[in-house]
């Protein structure tokens, strides 16, 4: 098992550049995840770590050693594909020892191996098989049992569950997670699925427009995002946003006049902030509840309910919705007019660029 | 009649015509080939008469048949085989590995064939001179190669595009070297248009005429010279040249007509796509 270091990586296509700069350090047997909309050169970076893709500018060590001319094969990589990539004239078998037959290595040690990986997966009586004969779950396996056999230092994921359906999307995500443990591999996994970068992953790494936006677990990109492009990516439904303007500043953070006239003191730091700046205030449906002594008022327009809880919308303004969690049998109906309560300390405050004010030492949401 | 009906009787009706006079000739000629001399050309046509085999025993008595037939396998074969061998590493390239020029070279490598044959006749002829290759079966192979280069490229070059390229780099993950991308998964996951290019191919050096005609004088000549030998300068016998001609067409219509699915899903693919 290995380590991955990615130095200042630049990619450019002709003359637009879809990596501008990237430093990354993936440690030995870590799981972590690329995470980020279309195009934001997430599936790029992972195939300059393949050697699929040229690297323009900056350097990619693999334990250490420089591998930017080194071909794909001999990086001592696996990667699945999203499309599994499967060779469709060769049997599960012949697919999955592909690699070991290019080695040159003997039929019968071929085929102790593919057994072996097989018996992982459960694939053992699809062996004869042609992958047009699979299921799309099926074919995932074969594609991820390909990568076992080769008994890779790194294994690479180019949104392997794209073309799952929900179920089964769900299902192989802990059979992943649970390969990740028994294999005690280094994983670098590229989704745009947030939920897939939460359940999974050691550490995300957030990219948006060919640069790194945040890199941090699961939990400190949720409670901790460094900017307002982070918290509104991680976290299902997406964190409530509302513009506010600076009332005061002071030792115990941020005073910000709420719709409706309430003021809330966020515990942030408040040096690069004067009274009047426009900022934009962030939390999400999670940390809000319905409440009588809510500091904030609307009426009540679409009420989701997902059985064991709710969610729902609450018009503050005429141009701002938010989203509130309440439970799953929360009486509230459409038009009701209710109080949705806010805890400061679980409140983000963002600057007009963006970026997120830090949280006073000790408050704030757990890092 | 419902619109719909109608127009599909239409269009089977004009359907049925085209063919009928796209095959009319060979019809006609199949039947001269077994009238008499005087028959052949006897007006009004003869649409009904005495069946004779006697214009295939005079031709098989002035000319010897299974030279020129051995000669037009072995050139046709051949050369589609290596037209093939040559196309293959240069569809890889353009297809997966493609240039800013790829496409102006595609097209370049077409353009050739818009040029009339004749245009070059001199030059090819005082060349083969020089190197010994006039009236050879491997001058002929050599030429046939060139001449269907092209088209061969072309037809596996776009059969190799439909081939999905993650499966390339899946291999290349793999460890597969370019050749050994062509050779084991691209070959066989492209036969099936493989084989309708070698068709295309072996048709087309069947047919071919010019170079057959005007490069070979005893030794190489396949069975385009062989019918051509029937029109004699001591005038036109037509019952003998159609029992010529059919000889010559036979072996290759009856491979077109085991082969018509294969051809067909050859020729449109990319047009249905």
Known sequence: MANVEVKNVRKAFASVEVIKGVDLTVKEREFVVFVGPSGCGKSTLLRMIAGLEEISSGDVLIDGVRVNDVPPDARGLAMVFQSYALYPHMTVADNMGFALRLAGVHKEERRTKVLAAAKILQLEPLLDRKPGQLSGGQRQRVAIGRAIVRNPKVFLFDEPLSNLDAALRVQMRVELAKLHRDLKATMIYVTHDQVEAMTMADRIVVLSAGLVEQVGSPLELYNRPRNKFVAGFIGSPTMNFVEVKAMATSAQGVTVQLPGGAALTVPVASANVSVGDALTLGVRPDHLKVGASGAVAGSVMVVERLGGLTYLYVQLTPSQLIIVHAAGNSPVKVSDVVNVELEARLAHLFRSDGVALAHLEGDGPPA | ?273
């Not at chain 2, 006897?42 to 051995?70: G, I, K, Q």
């Open chain 2, 1 to 273: 009649m419902r619109p719909k009906t109608k127009r599909k009787i239409g269009m089977t009706f004009v359907g049925w015509f085209v063919a009928l006079l796209v095959a009319f000739p060979i019809f006609w000629m199949t039947l001269a080939a077994f009238k008499t001399e005087i028959g052949a050309v006897a007006t009004p046509p003869e649409l009904f008469f005495w069946p004779t085999l006697e214009n295939f025993a005079e031709v098989r008595s002035r000319a010897d048949y299974p030279v020129f037939a051995m000669n037009s396998i072995v050139i046709s074969v051949t050369a589609t085989f290596f037209a093939i061998v040559i196309a293959l590493p240069a569809a890889y390239a353009m297809a997966f590995h493609p240039s800013r020029h790829t496409k102006d070279l595609l097209l370049w490598m077409l353009s050739t064939k818009m040029m009339p044959a004749i245009g070059v006749l001199l030059p090819i002829y005082l060349a083969y001179r020089e190197l010994h290759l006039l009236d050879t079966v491997s001058g002929l192979i050599i030429i046939y190669i060139l001449m269907n280069l092209p088209i061969v490229a072309w037809m596996i070059y776009s059969f190799f595009r439909d081939v999905p390229k993650e499966i390339l780099e899946a291999s290349r993950i793999d460890g597969a070297k370019p050749w050994q991308q062509v050779t084991m998964l691209l070959v066989p996951l492209a036969l099936p248009g493989i084989a309708s290019t070698a068709l295309l191919s072996i048709i087309l050096c069947w047919n071919e005429a010019f170079w057959s005609i005007n490069l070979t004088a005893t030794q190489a000549r396949p069975l385009t010279a062989f019918i051509a030998s029937f029109s004699s300068p001591e005038g036109l016998f037509w019952a003998k040249l159609s029992a010529a001609s059919l000889l010559a067409i036979a072996p290759i219509v009856v491979l077109g007509f085991m082969t018509q699915r294969q051809l067909v899903r050859g020729l449109t693919f990319g047009a249905v796509k």
